[in-house]
Every structure is written in C-alpha cells, then in structure tokens.
C-alpha cells in the first residue's frame, strides 16, 4: 500500500501492479493541478516540481 508522504494525494493504487496515480498539491500554497500523474512505487519514488502559482520548489514522496 502507497502512502503519500509530501507533496500529493493518492487517488489510485493498483497492488498487484505495483502502480499508483497520484495528484500533485503544493504544500506552500494548496494549489491542486489538473493533471494526474501515474508511477510504479516499490520502496520510495521521490521528484520534485515547481508550483505555477507561488513558484516553490516542491519535494513529492510516496513509500510503497
């Protein structure tokens, strides 16, 4: 099971996949984007992003 640490909310998880689809929120300002993202976590998948709206640089974590 994926749990999001920083940075998005996880709508889906597929576990016999190992997929999950995640929607990215700024933590500085909660800015949610329109676009939703889909990877594999196994262990740990960390990127990062800039907002479009307060232009922060934001971490995302999820552990798998």
Do not use: W
Request: proline letters at 2%; glycine letters at 8%.
């Amino acid at each position: 099971m994926a749990t999001a640490i920083k940075g998005c909310i996880i709508l889906e998880e597929d576990e016999k996949r190992g997929r999950m689809t995640y929607e990215r929120v700024c933590d500085k300002c909660g800015y949610h984007f329109d676009k939703v993202h889909t990877g594999l976590v196994k262990n740990i998948y960390r990127t990062s992003y800039y907002c479009p709206k307060c232009k922060a640089k934001q971490e995302i974590e999820i552990r798998g």
